[in-house]
């Protein structure tokens, strides 16, 4: 099985930043995309970044210009840097990535991380 493990979560006041990590273990053939999604109290779970091997990224248009998605392919870890954190990015993050097994061809799965709380205090 593969396992993604989260850290980096934690508060901060409103402005400061947090460096999110995730890593990914198991008996993996190979990673495709990889990302953060985020989940507030009473909100829909909501996409914020994805970032495909090669390195192109897409960002929700709420945290553009502050955040950013990075990954190091060798170590099976994707990354989010959040700067000038906001009230609003208050939530649980959850990373994501798209695994192609060694015990199976073909088809790839998706497979989350237990999420880490980040909070944002005005």
């Known amino acids: 099985q593969v396992q993604l493990v989260e850290s980096g979560g934690g508060l901060v006041q409103a402005g400061g930043s947090l460096r999110l990590s995730c890593a990914a273990t198991?008996?993996?053939?190979?990673?495709?995309?990889m990302g953060w999604d985020r989940q507030a109290p009473g909100k829909q779970r909501e996409l914020v970044a994805r970032i495909t091997r090669d390195g192109s990224t897409n960002l929700a248009d709420s945290v553009k210009g502050r955040f950013t998605i990075s990954r190091d392919n060798s170590k099976n870890t994707v990354f989010l840097q959040m700067n000038s954190l906001k009230p609003e990015d208050t939530a649980v993050y959850y990373c994501n990535a798209d695994v192609a097994l060694y015990s199976s061809s073909g088809s790839l799965i998706r497979y989350w991380g237990q999420g880490t709380q980040v909070t944002v205090s005005s």
């Open positions: 198991g008996s993996i053939r190979s990673i495709n995309l």
